[in-house]
């Protein structure tokens, strides 16, 4: 590329260096002092060009390293060996953006611990909870589908809850029944829940109740009298009608 | 960016496997890679600096010559690294990639973040020059390569590596002429 085809430069001759003095002032050789005025901003760039590098640079020195001998370690051996050569370059993109994604899972988690209480509670929208059910399945976490969805919804059962007048037992059977769609036996056979079902701290959530999961009998049982039926009846995320429906396990 | 200090027992040494010389190589070669990347293809420095230092780790074995001939097969391995991405994302047609002009007026916070705040801004001015001037210049600066090593790099002849330098250095006086006048002038 010729200079003569760049219409920003001054035309030749004006702030032209040499050969030699080109070489050295890229090479870092020369102090402001020693070029043009016009090239001392130029001298000062080259310079922060080649400063050593900083501790973020070298942030990633370990895992490059580490990277870097477990390919050695993978390769096959020079004669007779028919491993292939795993693909170069792979491995350790993936490890610098698992640090990347890193982030984005704690994302995900928190989102999931979230989704899980709503899918517990049945307050997800049908496919949703249908894929819910399924994915949470496998981690061991119990979540009804949407086949079984009670007619009631989280607006009703939240409705009942702050509106009748019955106490206690009476009340949570009442919100328990209307929960469960009738399947619920809560409250009807006058024994008392097991007291390991309970917190130690009326304030605090039995365990069932920290993985989102609604059990309309912890309800029936809460030793403070002010029955709830589940999480989604009391979640004012999960009230609307799309996806405030409330359900009791089968 | 120093030297390799006992250039010959640090690459032997990282030929068998052992951490501290490929920590070493790592600490010479991979700064330089990234900041050369980072004005000819910001968007993915990281990415193609990350292959390229498997590559240069992994075949060390292949390699020959002192410190400036490692320096020069480095950029060589990584500017082949960001030609196959260049003709990969030509072939999927993907999004288009900002500008140089955008990448210096702006620069993502992360890189930003990950360089010095003096080299920082002198990438963003080397971003300003024509892609071929700005790649001579970052040989020379940044890679510590001679003209004859660029040459062979960019596949040109010297002299033609000899007249880009001397446009950018020229260019980029300018701009630092004209950036001086308009701040007395206001």
Redesign the interface.
């Known amino acids: 590329m010729s200079t003569s085809d760049d219409p920003t430069v001054r035309p030749t001759g004006d702030l032209m260096l040499d050969e030699r003095t080109v070489d050295h002032l890229l090479d870092g050789l020369l102090g402001p002092q020693e070029v043009p005025a016009e090239y001392v901003a130029v001298v000062d760039m080259v310079r922060a060009l080649s400063l050593p590098p900083s501790p973020a640079e070298l942030s990633m020195q370990t895992v490059a390293v580490e990277a870097a001998l477990t390919e050695l370690a993978l390769r096959p051996a020079p004669r007779g060996s028919k491993t292939p050569t795993p693909a170069s370059g792979q491995r350790w993109s993936e490890r610098s953006r698992f640090f990347r994604a890193k982030v984005a899972s704690l994302v995900l988690v928190g989102t999931l611990i979230a989704t899980t209480g709503l899918a517990a509670a049945g307050a997800l929208p049908a496919p949703l909870q249908d894929a819910a059910s399924k994915v949470l399945a496998k981690v061991g976490i119990s979540v009804p589908t949407s086949d079984g969805h009670p007619a009631s919804s989280g607006e009703e059962i939240s409705k009942i809850a702050t509106t009748t007048d019955a106490t206690g037992v009476d009340k949570g059977a009442g919100i328990s029944t209307a929960a469960s769609g009738g399947r619920s036996q809560a409250g009807q056979n006058d024994k008392p829940s097991p007291p390991a079902a309970h917190p130690a701290n009326p304030s605090q959530p039995a365990p069932n109740g920290a993985h989102g999961k609604s059990d309309a009998s912890h309800a029936v049982q809460d030793p403070s009298g002010n029955a709830h039926a589940s999480g989604a009846a009391n979640d004012p995320s999960a009230s609307g009608q799309e996806h405030g429906k409330s359900r009791a396990p089968a | 960016?120093?030297p390799i200090e006992d250039f010959e027992r640090t690459i032997q040494a990282a030929r068998d496997?052992q951490?501290w010389a490929?920590?070493e190589l790592?600490?010479n070669l991979?700064?330089r890679i990234?900041?050369y990347l980072r004005v000819l293809e910001p968007s993915d420095a990281?990415?193609v600096a990350?292959?390229?230092?498997?590559?240069i780790?992994?075949g060390l074995d292949r390699f020959e010559g002192d410190e400036v001939g490692l320096r020069a097969w480095a950029f060589t391995i990584a500017r082949r690294?960001m030609i196959d991405l260049r003709r990969r994302r030509a072939r999927r047609s993907g999004p288009p990639r900002r500008s140089l002009d955008e990448r210096a007026r702006g620069g993502a916070i992360e890189e930003k973040?990950?360089?010095?705040l003096?080299?920082q801004?002198?990438?963003e001015?080397?971003a300003t020059l024509?892609p071929?001037?700005a790649e001579v210049?970052?040989l020379?600066?940044?890679g510590?390569l001679p003209?004859a090593e660029i040459a062979k790099i960019m596949d040109k002849q010297p002299g033609?590596v000899?007249?880009?330098?001397?446009?950018a250095?020229?260019?980029?006086?300018?701009q630092?002429?004209e950036?001086?006048e308009e701040a007395i002038t206001r």
């Open positions: 960016m120093g496997g951490g490929l920590g790592f600490r991979y700064p990234v900041r990281e990415d990350s292959d390229a230092w498997l590559d780790s992994t690294r973040a990950m360089t010095q003096a080299t801004a002198a990438l001015r080397i024509p071929e001037q210049v970052l020379r600066a940044v510590g003209v033609t000899r007249a880009l330098q001397q446009s250095l020229r260019r980029l006086a300018t630092a002429t950036r001086t």
